[in-house]
């Protein structure tokens, strides 16, 4: 028998370990190619040579748009990775139903290109007239998840202003859910003809939201509860106070910051012991908190004549920013991306806003003791200065004249519009910025690019939108009458309508 031949056992022992060898290279090489190939590395099939490509990541809201690339379809639909050559590239995303979306860049060796944020807007949008309203709603507005929609009913008839409020998750429904919450009547110093309200903002529990109540003998301010709309108070009265601004504190209604124009004082209020503590900062002119302890504000303290000074207020510590010139306008905001703080500080009479990261790391640092700028972005007579909903992109806003920068890539845009606004723009969500023109919704990229009018508006800034976009609610003119209309603006087209 064979195997008892030690000659031809040892030979089948040989050709046994050379087969595990030749086994084990095939699975290293093919392993090796798998983990190239997914970092683009590819071969040139007139040189022979391996090459590194680019790698391009795309993705669309709704899915399934349809890849073309320089004018030629990829055979893919969004979401994909694609491995392509370095170039210059034309990026088209189609679906039946739907506008086109296009993207000009280029791919260098070694790059990675990612535009998962494209929305693709209906080309005929379905639009359902949802009520109408004698004249322009004073307050129109939604909680920061995007569920609850607040619309004033302007009845000055009434003891209280009155708010429908609807239930943008029901949307879909033959009838929305909605629901007509009152203001205390008791709340109020008064009521009339002449009673304007203003949304200040809205609590992080989407329950509370903030307002200023102007009328014939002054202002107040008002936390309204939706929840429990009898739990309402009036904070001028609830702590015998006169403000001229008020804040929340980190986007919560237990305390809130309190500030007083004449006497530029900054202070904070507990709302449940009903008691306003002590001034924190004194010489404030403008200012804004963020999270818990930390506030930006503008003051004219120590500062030479013509100048005032950007400080931030770290838990009771008071740091410097910037210095520039006084201004009518000041333009004051911070956010939080990828773990590092990035503020805005400046006037309207500048012709620079400087951008800063993580500054108060430099004014602690003893080498360093100050701020040094990351980057000026240049817009003269800035009236606005906003971070998109993500944090990622920083806007300048002056009309019609834009800059933004991109944090993530480093980049800077800088564009006029053609289209005259009838107010600002303002961030539909992470990637776009939207508006109001020639009475049409206007949408665009955040650099300018992929500009969208879409359905009548009477407003002055953009819609708003149910928590899933899949809804756009408007105000509009009314098509039979004088009066105005709530429109819900179905954003689906072709089969990703629902079926009745």
């Given at each position: 028998?064979?195997?008892?031949?030690?000659?031809?056992?040892?030979?089948?022992?040989?050709r046994l370990v050379v087969g595990y060898c030749l086994i084990a290279v095939v699975i290293a090489l093919g392993t090796l190619i798998i983990v190239y190939g997914a970092n683009g590395y590819g071969?040139?099939?007139?040189?022979?040579?391996?090459?590194?490509?680019?790698?391009l990541f795309t993705d669309s809201i709704p899915g399934g748009a349809q890849i073309y690339l320089n004018g030629q379809s990829q055979n893919t639909t969004t979401s994909a990775r694609l491995v392509l050559p370095s170039g210059k590239y034309t990026l088209n995303l189609k679906k039946d139903g739907y506008r086109d979306w296009t993207r000009q860049f280029t791919l260098n060796e070694l790059s990675v290109a990612r535009y998962?944020?494209?929305?693709?807007?209906?080309?005929?949008?379905?639009?359902?007239?949802l009520k109408p309203y004698q004249s322009a709603p004073g307050i129109y507005t939604e909680s920061p998840d995007r569920r609850w929609l607040f619309i004033q009913v302007n009845?000055?008839?009434?003891?209280?202003?009155?708010?429908?409020?609807?239930?943008?998750?029901?949307?879909?429904?033959?009838?929305?859910?909605?629901?007509?919450?009152?203001?205390?009547?008791?709340?109020?110093?008064?009521?009339?003809?002449?009673?304007?309200?203003?949304?200040?903002?809205?609590?992080?529990?989407?329950?509370?939201?903030?307002?200023?109540?102007?009328?014939?003998?002054?202002n107040e301010f008002l936390v309204?509860?939706?929840?429990?709309?009898d739990e309402s108070f009036n904070i001028n009265r609830l702590f015998n106070t006169?403000?001229?601004?008020?804040?929340?504190?980190?986007?919560?209604?237990d305390q809130l910051y309190v500030y007083k124009q004449p006497d530029a004082t900054l202070q904070r209020?507990?709302?449940?012991?009903?008691?306003?503590?002590?001034?924190?900062?004194?010489?404030?002119?403008?200012?804004?908190?963020?999270?818990?302890?930390?506030?930006?504000?503008?003051?004219?303290?120590?500062?030479p004549v013509g100048k005032v000074g950007g400080r931030i207020w770290d838990n009771g510590q008071t740091y410097k920013l910037n210095e520039f010139k006084a201004g009518t306008t000041y333009l004051i905001d911070a956010a939080k991306f990828q773990g590092r703080f990035y503020y805005i500080v400046g006037s309207d009479t500048e012709d620079h806003i400087s951008i800063y990261k993580d500054p108060l790391s430099g004014i602690k640092n003893p080498a360093f003791g100050k701020a040094v700028a990351l980057l000026a972005l240049h817009n003269p007579g800035t009236q606005k200065v906003s971070f998109s909903d993500n944090a990622r992109f920083i806007e300048l806003e002056n009309g019609q004249s834009f800059s933004v920068y991109d944090i993530e890539t480093d980049s800077v845009y800088q564009y006029s519009l053609a289209q005259p606004l009838a107010g600002i723009m303002v961030w539909m969500d992470g990637h776009r910025l939207m508006g109001v023109s020639g009475g049409k919704v206007l949408v665009m990229d955040y650099?300018?690019?992929?500009?969208?009018?879409?359905?009548?508006?009477?407003l002055d800034s953009g819609p708003l939108f149910s928590r899933d976009f899949k809804h756009m609610l408007t105000i509009a003119a009314s098509s039979s009458d004088s009066s105005i209309v709530l429109q819900n603006i179905d954003l689906r087209a072709g089969n990703d309508l629902p079926k009745r």
């Open positions: 028998m064979d195997y008892l031949d030690p000659r031809k056992r040892r030979f089948y022992n040989i071969i040139n099939t007139k040189t022979g040579q391996i090459v590194q490509n680019a790698l998962v944020y494209p929305f693709l807007f209906p080309i005929k949008p379905v639009s359902t007239n009845e000055t008839s009434t003891q209280s202003p009155a708010f429908d409020v609807y239930d943008t998750t029901t949307l879909d429904q033959p009838t929305p859910v909605v629901e007509q919450l009152s203001i205390p009547p008791a709340i109020l110093t008064d009521y009339s003809a002449t009673s304007a309200f203003k949304v200040v903002e809205w609590s992080s529990d989407n329950d509370h939201v903030l307002l200023q109540h102007n009328f014939s003998g002054g309204f509860s939706r929840a429990h709309p006169s403000p001229s601004q008020v804040s929340l504190y980190d986007k919560k209604a209020a507990n709302v449940g012991a009903k008691t306003l503590g002590p001034v924190l900062i004194k010489h404030v002119l403008a200012y804004k908190p963020y999270g818990r302890d930390l506030v930006t504000f503008i003051t004219d303290n120590s500062e650099d300018g690019t992929n500009i969208q009018q879409l359905t009548p508006s009477s």
